[in-house]
């Protein structure tokens, strides 16, 4: 289940579009689900226990953890779990950090 700010859920279709454009894709699941199930393309895994810190980081650093540039605060930013309720947490961590 996927999660943005001004849509609270997106479908898969709706997502696809959203990654031709310039979204980031943070997949909140742990590892071992990752491990398990499979990654979704051009995503990146941060576990939602790990989400508050690595949006607070030097952009520095959360580029080199996650092979990824840092988001701006303005920037678009899709979360994604498995059944939805992590993804929402995730937004709500996001927004309360000044995400929007």
Same mark, same amino acid.
Not at 13 to 36: A, F, G, P, S
């Given at each position: 289940s996927l999660c943005a700010g001004g849509a609270? &859920? *997106? &479908?898969?279709?709706? *997502? =696809?579009? *959203?990654? =031709?454009?310039? $979204? *980031?894709?943070? #997949? $909140?699941?742990?590892?071992?689900?990752? #491990?398990? #199930?499979g990654k979704i393309p051009a995503s990146i895994n941060i576990p939602l226990g790990e989400l508050v810190g690595a949006l607070q980081m030097d952009p520095t650093e959360f580029k080199e953890q996650y092979n990824q540039k840092m988001p701006s605060k303005s920037d678009p930013v899709v979360f994604s779990c498995l059944a939805g309720k992590r993804s929402k947490q995730a937004l709500s961590f996001a927004m309360s950090l000044g995400f929007s």
């Open positions: 609270p &859920s *997106l &479908s898969y279709q709706e *997502l =696809k579009d *959203l990654k =031709k454009t310039n $979204v *980031l894709h943070i #997949d $909140v699941r742990e590892r071992w689900e990752i #491990d398990r #199930d």
